[in-house]
Nanobody, 122 residues
Framework: QVQLVESGGGLVQAGDSLRLSCTVSGRTFSNLVNAWFRQVPGKEREFVAS??????NYADSVKGRFTISRDNAKNTVYLQMNSLKAEDTAVYFC?????????????????WGQGTQVTVSS
């Protein structure tokens, strides 16, 4: 089994930065692909960013503002969010899967964290 625990959410103002962390335990971290998704109440879960050992991918809405990274020594995935906007307000979820390539589809991921709230005030 793989366990994911997110942290780092909070309330910030538009234009501020925030870094989310996702600590992964239970299996070999380097064999995982990871992703961040977000969800607003009443809306479908939305892909934000993904990372594998050789590539990163971003949703168009966050490209140039968000950066996904991972530290294999710490078994942790990060999402650095800069120039935050009110529309970035959501619950952010970390996801993981044993796969060769990351995906922007939530159904491709077997493991999920509990989510962390990010609120951006305008």
């Amino acid at each position: 089994q793989v366990q994911l625990v997110e942290s780092g959410g909070g309330l910030v103002q538009a234009g501020d930065s925030l870094r989310l962390s996702c600590t992964v335990s239970g299996r070999t971290f380097s064999n995982l692909v990871n992703a961040w998704f977000r969800q607003v109440p009443g809306k479908e879960r939305e892909f934000v960013a993904s990372i594998s050992w050789r590539s990163t991918n971003y949703a168009d809405s966050v490209k140039g503002r968000f950066t996904i990274s991972r530290d294999n020594a710490k078994n942790t995935v990060y999402l650095q969010m800069n120039s935050l906007k009110a529309e970035d307000t959501a619950v952010y979820f970390c996801a993981a899967a044993f796969a060769l390539f990351p995906s922007s589809v939530g159904g491709s991921y077997n493991y999920w964290g509990q989510g962390t709230q990010v609120t951006v005030s305008s």
